[in-house]
């Protein structure tokens, strides 16, 4: 990576201000019920504590409050798991700005201040100078650790850059380091698997990945306008009219380039969504069904796709796998990348995330990206402003 990061710099008596994803889920009782997110930074936390740091201060969003002090978002819960996790008393402020939280910052005992949600200032959104620095003025260096969040210029995300030394946490590194190698020096064959529901939501990652990969996998919803496309019949199965010819455009494409593409061969389909009982295995589908999952067949050909594989791509769901009678598709494939053995497998982050976590197999994977839409757009080819905005090591040319 060509980034400077936090291994990088002198930290010792620096107060060290972080940008973290602590955007948690919560209950209705606001306790949070996954805290993965938490857990995931607490490796940069400690290696900064580590260096003798003279503060670490924390800070993220929770929700969309829209510039707005809501007390149901207020990061509260967060601090007391941190706490927890990290073993040490953390200090939580009510605001993230201003006199009594620099005040409140440097006559603290304890090391490490959780700032409150930077959201709840409308001029973080708006990346808003003077917001940016007045974070900037809380500390002597800026670290992100916040890939989610890196595909926005936001005042914690790049304002802040502007005003102090900005270098990758850990969380951050990792992502650059898995994303970038797939996108840039894959070991080949280079596969891609694209699923979910849209294609316009996946169009320019495929272009950009057509030139890189040996075959691209199509899946999930986004299957039935590519197989419009070659004039299948899709019945209700969700479909994007206006991209059809596009769709037709990109397998053209994908053939001249000689990139493979796997298509949907049989499908699992339902009348309708509620009534699952009534599914059936077919390989054309009737009119007045929906397709919502990807049939045995098609699994058993995906899986020998996959078999010549030395980099697997995954962003996306082969069905809805939301609903438990239509997740056997995606859990198959799932389950086979994960017996695959010297293969760099990487999930992008979003459903395609959660469906790994829901069939308990994060730790067969190499990488799972913490960010949906960040991982989208890295994937893309995009430069994200939150990574653009650190501090190059020296003699590297930016990314
Ligand atoms: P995306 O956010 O584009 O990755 O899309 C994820 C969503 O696509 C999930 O909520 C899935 O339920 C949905 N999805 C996957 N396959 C299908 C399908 N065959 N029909 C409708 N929705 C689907």
């Given at each position: 990576m060509n980034k400077l990061t936090i291994k990088d710099i002198n930290l010792k008596g620096k107060r060290v201000i972080v940008r973290v994803d602590f955007n948690v889920p919560l209950d209705?009782?606001?306790?949070?019920?996954?805290?993965r997110r938490i857990q995931a930074s607490l490796p940069t936390i400690q290696y900064i504590l580590g260096q003798k740091a003279r503060k670490v201060i924390l800070m993220s969003h929770l929700g969309r409050p829209d510039g707005q002090a809501i007390n149901d978002m207020r990061l509260r819960p967060v601090a007391q798991r941190l706490q927890e996790l990290l073993g040490e008393r953390v200090l939580r402020l009510e605001d993230c700005i201003g006199d009594t939280v620099q005040k409140a910052i440097d006559t603290s005992s304890e090391r490490v201040i959780l700032l409150e949600n930077l959201r709840f200032h409308k001029e973080e959104i708006k990346n808003d100078p003077n917001f940016a620095h007045q974070l900037a003025l809380l500390a002597d260096i800026y670290v992100n650790d916040a890939f989610g969040t890196a595909h926005r210029a936001h005042a914690s995300t790049e304002g802040i850059t502007k005003y102090l030394p900005s270098v990758a946490g850990f969380l951050l590194e990792t992502e650059i380091t898995y994303l970038g190698k797939a996108i840039q020096n894959p070991p080949k064959p280079f596969v891609v698997i694209l699923g979910g529901a849209k294609v316009s939501d996946k169009i320019l990652l495929i272009e950009n990945l057509i030139p890189k990969a040996n075959a691209i996998i199509i899946g999930g919803g986004m299957a039935y306008t590519f197989l419009k496309a070659q004039g299948k019949k899709i019945g209700n199965?969700?479909?994007e009219n206006d991209k059809v010819d596009l769709a037709r455009e990109l397998m053209v494409k994908a053939k001249a380039a000689g990139v493979q593409v796997a298509l949907t061969e049989d499908f699992l389909i339902v009348e309708s969504f509620d009534k699952p009982q009534g599914r059936k295995i077919v390989k054309e589908i009737p009119d007045g069904w929906e397709a919502v999952d990807i049939g045995p067949q098609t699994r058993a050909s995906y899986k020998k796709v996959l078999a010549t594989a030395k980099t697997v791509v995954w962003n996306g769901p082969m069905g809805v796998f939301e609903i438990n009678e239509f997740a056997e598709g995606t859990k198959e494939i799932a389950q086979y990348l994960a017996t695959l053995k010297g293969v760099t497998t990487i999930i992008g982050g979003g459903d395609s995330a959660a469906a790994i976590t829901k069939f308990g197999l994060e730790r067969a994977m190499t990488h799972i990206s913490t960010g949906g839409g960040a991982s989208l757009e890295f994937l893309e080819g995009k430069e994200l402003p939150g990574i653009v905005a650190l501090r190059d090591k020296e003699g590297l040319v930016a990314r």
């Open positions: 209705d009782h606001l306790k949070i019920t996954d805290d199965s969700i479909c």
